[in-house]
């Protein structure tokens, strides 16, 4: 089993990461799923339950869902060393979220997304999903709460950075090289 991390800001380019990883086989399991999926149940806005679920559950709470899922797939597979046992997990947040990933998963790695901050709020504005926001005292907002979490030190320490300002397809090109290159040294 190979499993990879994406990090990256808000409006990085990290779902297009992700969309290349299916593309080439693995199943993506996607952190902000999880809050939304949480926000949702509760009634909430996400940002308010990404905190919460952190306070009521600790730092590792979602990286530990998102183990469950991976774990929980793996073994209802019941497949060794096929594309089915590739696994990326996208939007790793904090550098505790990335401890629990290396505990479960040899040869664990992290692949960052990087973009100007401009850049970013403005594919979120053309993007809006449900927790981006069109403003930019709400995008700015959200980084801050994005890194009390820690995910500067986790772009900071990743295994790969990948710069994203050229076009989608620059980012695609980045993306297969490194995720071809990890998977073909296996884990």
Do not use: Y
């Not at 979602?62 to 469950?68: I, L, Q, T």
């Not at 040869?107 to 930019?136: C, Q, W, Y």
């Not at 009390?148 to 397809?169: L, P, Q, T």
């Amino acid at each position: 089993m190979k499993v990879i991390g994406v990090t990256g800001m808000p409006g990085s380019g990290k779902s297009i990461v992700s969309r290349v990883a299916e593309k080439m086989g693995m199943k993506v399991v996607r952190m902000g799923d999880i809050i939304r999926d949480e926000a949702q149940r509760r009634n909430e806005d996400p940002g308010k339950v990404a905190v919460e679920l952190r306070q009521e559950h600790g730092e590792f709470v979602v990286a530990e869902r998102c183990v469950d899922i991976i774990k929980n797939s793996s073994s209802n597979d019941n497949l060794h060393e096929d594309k089915s046992q590739l696994f990326l997990i996208e939007g790793i947040r904090s550098p505790w979220e990335v401890e629990i990933f290396k505990k479960n998963f040899p040869n664990f790695i992290v692949i960052a997304v990087h973009s100007a901050p401009k850049t970013r709020f403005l594919r979120l504005k053309k993007r809006m999903r449900s927790d981006d926001s069109g403003e930019l005292e709400e995008a700015l907002k959200r980084d801050k709460r994005e890194l009390k979490f820690g995910i500067g030190e986790v772009i900071a320490c990743s295994d790969f950075m990948i710069v994203n300002e050229g076009g989608i397809s620059k980012l695609k090109n980045i993306t297969r090289s490194i995720l071809k290159n990890e998977l073909q040294n296996g884990s």
